[in-house]
């Protein structure tokens, strides 16, 4: 089947170009939402059942992004997921991101200035170069937010890998349309409400087995038990072996959304959703006088933008002084030629 089969199970208004600020949900995602807000609403079941989403959230990223299910853990946000990780650095550790990196993945390594960890950060296009002896972790993003650029994680990993340096990436910007592989990473974070079309509040991670070792699990709570339903009271302790041990307890509606959604973009195939996207963000770019690019983000410099798209009823966003328009598996080709028409006769100054 192709991504144009599956288009009926979404209900954009037209214009819709702004997934990379949040993503629309899916027909199963949304109606699995409504039935457990109806649930809740006049007390017709107990919780158990909306905590199996998390379940099927949790095994669905797992295949995704390549990972054993052992080693995923599941969370509220990003920053929320990195901060165990920076908790363990020892003091003195360098941390290198990229200067735009969005900061959930910077602030919480920025903390730990007190104690010594300094991050220090280089251009997009001097990210690997930076790698150099003396990193002892690179934090980026596999698809940068302001941007839209890609990273090339096998050289990060490569660059990595020769230095001995842990690698922490957030694919908040990337999971769901750009095909991902945990293989030589120690922690892949995203957030669901973005590309993977999912309610803001389910946040999904890979931890390798080294850095879990290396990790202490500061958002134990009931839910990072080795088993969650003797795990409510008192002062026995026993985490879970494997890497939910990391968990948070889980906002339970946000992932009854999630599970349907990340399950239908197995379904349809990240291979397709990536060419589909790349295809419409590359027409658009086309009609800028861009040459192709290789991101479903497009951000260029055209004043006048925001006011255009406004006034056409076009959402997309503005950032860091571009327009940047993103395209997803339920955008078109008509939205595509809207946000061309409404920015006809405006001269684009970047590339
Ligand atoms: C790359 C990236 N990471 C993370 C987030 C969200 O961070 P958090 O989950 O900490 O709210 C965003 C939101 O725009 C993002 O673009």
Redesign the pocket.
């Known amino acids: 089947m192709t991504v144009a089969e599956f288009a009926h199970l979404w209900d954009p208004q037209p214009g819709w170009l702004n997934t990379a600020?949040y993503g629309l949900p899916p027909r199963p995602g949304w109606d699995a939402l409504q039935a457990a807000l109806g649930d809740w609403r006049v007390g017709a079941t107990s919780w158990e059942p909306w905590d199996e989403s998390t379940t099927r959230a949790r095994a669905s990223f797992a295949r995704l992004v390549g990972a054993d299910l052992a080693d995923v853990f599941v969370g509220s946000?990003?920053?929320a997921a990195v901060a165990p990780i920076a908790a363990a650095l020892p003091g003195g550790s360098k941390v290198l991101v990229d200067d735009i990196e969005?900061t959930?993945?910077v602030y919480p390594w920025m903390v730990h200035a007190d104690r010594g960890v300094e991050v220090v950060s280089a251009g997009t296009d001097k990210l690997i170069e930076a790698i150099r002896p003396g990193v002892d972790l690179v934090a980026v993003?596999a698809v940068q937010?302001l941007t839209g650029t890609v990273l090339d994680l096998a050289q990060v990993v490569a660059a990595s890998k020769e230095i001995g340096a842990l690698v922490v990436i957030?694919a908040?910007?990337a999971a769901g349309w750009l095909p991902l592989d945990v293989a030589g990473v120690d922690a892949l974070i995203t957030?669901t409400y973005?590309w993977l079309m999912s309610p803001r509040g389910a946040?999904l991670g890979y931890l390798s087995p080294r850095l879990q070792e290396r990790c202490r699990p500061l958002h134990a709570g009931w839910y990072a038990g080795q088993n969650v339903h003797t795990s409510y009271y008192g002062t026995q302790l026993e985490l879970a072996s494997d890497a939910s041990r990391f968990d948070q307890s889980p906002a339970w509606f946000s992932f009854v959304g999630a599970a349907p959604a990340l399950e239908l973009i197995e379904q349809i195939g990240v291979e397709a959703i990536h060419e589909h996207n790349l295809s419409l963000a590359n027409e658009f770019r086309a009609g800028l006088g861009l040459p192709p690019g290789d991101s479903a983000i497009v951000s260029a410099a055209i004043p006048g933008a925001e006011e255009a798209f406004a006034a056409a009823g076009i959402r997309a966003a503005v950032r860091g002084g571009n327009l940047r328009a993103s395209f997803h598996v339920y955008s078109t080709s008509a939205d595509v030629q809207s946000a061309l028409d409404a920015l006809d006769g405006l001269a684009v100054e970047n590339s």
């Open positions: 600020s946000t990003v920053s969005f959930s993945n993003s937010s957030d908040s910007q957030h973005k946040t």
